[in-house]
């Protein structure tokens, strides 16, 4: 059964850093796609970040050079990096996963795994 849980939202400042965590637990970090997607209040929900099994990571043109993914296998554990955040980054983030995923389509399938959603407030 696999399972995906975020945390890390929070509310901050504009101009102001958040991580956010996603912890798998069913199958291997190392060997999916994992990715960040999240989605405002009244909004479509939108790809944010992903990083494919083999590495390759994609970043949504809004938060290049603002988000930074990585990812520690050893703990089944996705980690993004929020700096320099602005108002419009507030929205419920989701860690989404799949083995069959691609970073360009921030791992999105049909079949894909959801978390169950962390919210980040920007003010």
């Known amino acids: 059964h696999v399972q995906l849980v975020e945390s890390g939202g929070g509310s901050v400042q504009a101009g102001g850093s958040l991580t956010l965590s996603c912890v798998a637990s069913?199958?291997?970090?190392?060997?999916?796609?994992m990715g960040w997607w999240r989605q405002a209040p009244g909004k479509e929900r939108e790809g944010v970040a992903a990083?494919?099994?083999?590495?390759?990571?994609n970043y949504a043109d809004s938060v290049k050079g603002r988000f930074t993914l990585s990812k520690d296998n050893r703990k089944n554990t996705l980690y993004m990096r929020m700096n320099n955040l602005k108002p419009g980054d507030t929205a419920m983030y989701y860690c989404?996963?799949?083995?069959?995923?691609?970073?360009?389509?921030?791992?999105?399938?049909?079949?894909?795994?959801w978390g169950q959603g962390t919210q980040v407030t920007v003010s």
């Open positions: 990083i494919a099994a083999d590495g390759t990571t």
């Open positions: 069913g199958y291997a970090a190392s060997s999916v796609c």
């Open positions: 989404a996963s799949d083995p069959n995923g691609s970073s360009g389509g921030f791992c999105a399938t049909p079949f894909n795994y």
